[in-house]
T-cell receptor
Framework: AAGVIQSPRHLIKEKRETATLKCYPI?????VYWYQQGPGQDPQFLIS???????DKGSIPDRFSAQQFSDYHSELNMSSLELGDSALYFC???????????FGQGTRLTVV | EDKVVQSPLSLVVHEGDTVTLNCSYE??????LLWYKQEKKAPTFLFML????IEKKSGRLSSILDKKELFSILNITATQTGDSAVYLC????????????FGGGTRLMVKP
């Protein structure tokens, strides 16, 4: 069965650079959400989209923005990267807002 | 602020043992509680619980929710080394769409 696809799997950026992470939800899923997981920490909710509209906002820094496109894929744009942004970034998708969420494999971002 | 707490933080058992993982939550307008297994990368969905007292079962894993006492347990019987992982529980509120509030996880190690 198709799963949530994230790209790239690994990304190394320098401080103050910009990064774009992509997420392709499970087919027919209309809801996407982004989580950040630092080393040894549990996932922290960043932002979510339902039917291409932002639905909830968590602890997403102002330097980050995201959107969901007409094909339901989502992109997380991260600017002015800081060392503390180094983390695993997970995207999850669900069919409608309250069903179970399935996670992608994550993008490991390292800021040097 | 919503809060999810898991216990124990870590657990070491031998193959064949039975383990019980605990999750307590304080989620305003609680909707559902989800359990995930996280090995090296992405959390893998296990269960979603919305009704109190109804056990969900999948193979050697089972889980139940107590909405009166605000907790859930995840049981794993006849543990195997492949069960070694971090087990995350997450609460979801009615008015928070897809945002999951995760607990800190329980790190389970199953020794041969």
């Amino acid at each position: 069965a198709a799963g949530v696809i994230q790209s790239p799997r690994h990304l190394i950026k320098e401080k103050r650079e910009t990064a774009t992470l992509k997420c392709y939800p499970i087919p027919r899923h209309d809801t996407v959400y982004w989580y950040q997981q630092g080393p040894g920490q549990d996932p922290q909710f960043l932002i979510s989209f339902y039917e291409k509209m932002q639905s909830d906002k968590g602890s997403i820094p102002d330097r980050f923005s995201a959107q969901q496109f007409s094909d339901y894929h989502s992109e997380l744009n991260m600017s002015s990267l800081e060392l503390g942004d180094s983390a695993l970034y997970f995207c999850a998708s669900s069919l409608e807002r309250y069903t179970e969420a399935f996670f992608g494999q994550g993008t490991r971002l390292t800021v040097v | 602020e919503d809060k999810v707490v898991q216990s124990p933080l870590s657990l070491v058992v031998h193959e064949g043992d039975t383990v019980t993982l605990n999750c307590s939550y304080e989620v305003t307008n609680f909707r559902s509680l989800l359990w995930y297994k996280q090995e090296k990368k992405a959390p893998t969905f296990l269960f979603m619980l919305t009704s109190s007292g109804i056990e969900k079962k999948s193979g050697r894993l089972s889980s139940i929710l107590d909405k009166k006492e605000l907790f859930s347990i995840l049981n794993i019987t006849a543990t195997q080394t492949g069960d070694s992982a971090v087990y995350l529980c997450a609460g979801r509120a009615w008015n928070a769409g897809n945002m999951l509030t995760f607990g800190g996880g329980t790190r389970l190690m199953v020794k041969p």
